[in-house]
Nanobody, 125 residues
Framework: QVQLVESGGGLVQPGGSLRLSCVAS????????MGWYRQNPGKQRELVAS???????NYVDSVKGRFSISRDNAKNTVYLQMNSLKPEDTAVYYC???????????????????WGQGTQVTVSS
């Protein structure tokens, strides 16, 4: 019912900046929390930043002061502004959304977690 499409990844030199965007579309009542995760081959996916519908924000310690998450509720979009990028920020970045939707199977509202397809961020000189 819900599709998440990320954009904005790419190759950047150390110290550079990138802005990731993620748009949610489909049939749902509301988007609760949205977040960005990242993953490298052979490693666990880790939370980078998250933001609730009320605007409460959380960052992993390694990106505090460099990354900034925001959302536009009218556009069902979440952004991740990444500044002062380091080689260790290299990863596939995934958008995540906690969504409330109506389930015809259960004839009731339900909550579900959805993921985007991922966008590659490479920080290298």
């Amino acid at each position: 019912q819900v599709q998440l499409v990320e954009s904005g990844g790419g190759l950047v030199q150390p110290g550079g900046s990138l802005r990731l965007s993620c748009v949610a579309s489909g049939s749902f009542f509301s988007i609760n929390a949205m977040g960005w995760y990242r993953q490298n081959p052979g490693k666990q996916r880790e939370l980078v930043a998250s933001i609730t519908s009320a605007g409460r924000i959380n960052y992993v310690d390694s990106v505090k002061g460099r990354f900034s998450i925001s959302r536009d509720n009218a556009k069902n979009t979440v952004y991740l502004q990444m500044n002062s990028l380091k080689p260790e920020d290299t990863a596939v970045y995934y958008c995540n959304a906690d969504v409330t939707y109506y389930s015809r199977i259960y004839s009731a509202t339900r909550r579900g977690v959805y993921w985007g397809q991922g966008t590659q961020v490479t920080v290298s000189s």
